[in-house]
Nanobody, 124 residues
């Protein structure tokens, strides 16, 4: 069955870094766009970053641009999110997601598969 398993979350001080990983199984990873979304307490889930299946084009929310970097390793069926210069407002549960439909890379509703999430907490 389809599985997306996130890891790498934790507690970090402001200005620090974390690297999230998402291991995928049960589908043809290289045929899917991959995204990272995040959800803070009391807030809606929001787009953070995505990477395309075709040419590994990357897409970022304005709030993380220049600080976060998404990458993928199709040989390992894994997508990564390198997070640098973390801020307290980056505190959230981070979810990995996969979609096969073209378009809608910024929209959570276009993603078919989701992981359980990993908590990232940034202290000030």
């Amino acid at each position: 069955q389809v599985q997306l398993v996130e890891s790498g979350g934790g507690l970090v001080q402001a200005g620090g870094s974390l690297r999230l990983s998402c291991a995928a199984s049960g589908f043809t990873f290289s045929s899917y766009d991959m995204g990272w979304f995040r959800q803070a307490p009391g807030m809606e889930r929001e787009f953070a970053a995505a990477i395309s299946r075709s040419d590994s084009s990357t897409f970022y929310a304005d709030s993380v641009k220049g600080r976060f970097a998404i990458s993928r390793d199709n040989a390992k069926n894994t997508v990564y999110l390198q997070m640098n210069s973390l801020k307290p407002e980056d505190t959230a549960v981070y979810f990995c997601a996969a979609k096969s439909r073209p378009g809608g890379i910024y929209s959570a509703s276009w993603y078919a598969y989701w992981g359980q999430g990993t908590q990232v907490t940034v202290s000030s």
